[in-house]
C-alpha cells in the first residue's frame, strides 16, 4: 500500500512513517507539512490513501482534501487530527472522507488504512463516540414522507454510526446481502449516492431538526 502522510508537526510523520513501514505492507511514498503541500503531493504520486492532519498553514486539511475530492472523486483520504470536533468531522463526511482517526489512537493507523483500502469507512473509537452522542436526540425528521421504514430507520442510524455492513448484519441478524438491498432502497428513496452521504444526510437533516 502507497501513502503519503502530511501533517504540520514533523515528529508525528516521521513517527508514523517507521510505525507503518515497520508493518511491511505499508510504503511512505512522501510527506508534507500543509494543505497546499497536500494538494501538490497527491496530484504528484496519487498515492493508495492519504493520511491528512486537519488544523495545518496553508491551506487546511479540510481544504485540501475538498479540492482533491473534487478533481479525483476516487481519492482516498484518511484524517488523522488530535480534534474530535462535530464540525470537523460532519465536513470529513460531507467532503467524501474515509475516515477520521483521532492521534492518540497511532495503533489502529495500520487497520484503518486496510480497512479504506477495502472499500470501509473507519472511525475511531473516541470520534464515534462523539458522533453517536449527537445521533442519540430524538428525531424530528418525517420519515413517513420518503416512506422509510422502521427497519430502515435502524440502519440509518447504524451506518451514520460508522458500522460496516457486516457489522449491521450481525447487530440484526440479516445476511450482508439483505443490508445491502436495504441500504439500495434507502439511497433511492432519499436520492443520495452512497452511504457517506447518507451519514451527512443524517447529521444535517435529521439530528439538527430534533
Not at 498515492?47 to 479540510?62: F, R, Y
Not at 472523486?73 to 472522507?97: C, E, M, N, V, W
Request: glycine share 6%; hydrophobic share 40%; with cysteine.
Amino acid at each position: 500500500m502507497r501513502i503519503i502522510i502530511v501533517d504540520d508537526d514533523q515528529l508525528v510523520s516521521l513517527s508514523l512513517k517507521t510505525i507503518l513501514e515497520s508493518t511491511g505492507t505499508i510504503q511512505v511514498l512522501a510527506t508534507g507539512t500543509s494543505g497546499q503541500e497536500a494538494v501538490q503531493l497527491y496530484q504528484k504520486w496519487k498515492p493508495d490513501v492519504l493520511l491528512l492532519d486537519i488544523q495545518m498553514p496553508n491551506g487546511s486539511g479540510l481544504e485540501a482534501g475538498e479540492q482533491i475530492l473534487k478533481q479525483d472523486p476516487t481519492a482516498r483520504i484518511l484524517f488523522l487530527t488530535t480534534f474530535s470536533d462535530d464540525t470537523y468531522i460532519a465536513k470529513a463526511l460531507q467532503i467524501g472522507a474515509k475516515g477520521y482517526l483521532l492521534k492518540q489512537d497511532f495503533a489502529g493507523i495500520a487497520p484503518a488504512l486496510s480497512a479504506v483500502m477495502q472499500g470501509q469507512h473507519v472511525f475511531g473509537e473516541q470520534v464515534v463516540s462523539c458522533f453517536s452522542g449527537l445521533l442519540q436526540k430524538k428525531s424530528a425528521f418525517d420519515y413517513e414522507k420518503y416512506e422509510i421504514t422502521e427497519r430502515e430507520q435502524d440502519i440509518i442510524v447504524r451506518i451514520a454510526e460508522g458500522y460496516s455492513n457486516k457489522e449491521i448484519a450481525a447487530a440484526l441478524c440479516f445476511s450482508e446481502g439483505t443490508v445491502r438491498n436495504y441500504l439500495s432502497s434507502i439511497l433511492e428513496k432519499l436520492h443520495l449516492r452512497d452511504r457517506t452521504q447518507l451519514a451527512v444526510f443524517y447529521y444535517t437533516n435529521i439530528v439538527d431538526s430534533a
